[in-house]
């Protein structure tokens, strides 16, 4: 186990293998050399009606991540961008665009 990466299409397929086969999720994350939390986190977030299935669990790991993309604006990484090279700290940047959301809110509700 090192550091995070997220699962590929071939992982999913192990799990999927592994829990017919009747592996407890334990012995899978050792199989695949991943925690233990992400095999119990990736059955509960892409399972479908019809269980865990491979293909249609990376999918929704695919559109999530997607998703989460989309939440930031060109502008906002632009900017992002900018506050790095003038050496702020991740944590800087963060607060500044939380302290700003609350502005944008507290502006509006006026």
Known sequence: ??????LTQRQRC????LLKIGHLQTEIAKAIGVHKSTISREIRRNRGRRGYRPKQAHQYAI????????????EDWELIEELISLDWSPEQVSKSFSLRKKWSLD????
């Not at 186990?1 to 997220?6: F, L, N, V």
């Not at 991540?65 to 604006?73: N, V």
């Not at 502006?107 to 006026?110: C, L, P, V």
């Open 107 to 110: 502006t509006i509700r006026s």
């Open 63 to 74: 559109a999530r991540r997607d998703k989460a993309k989309s939440r930031i604006t060109d």
């Open 14 to 17: 192990q799990i999927f293998a």
């Open 1 to 6: 186990m090192g550091t995070y990466a997220q």
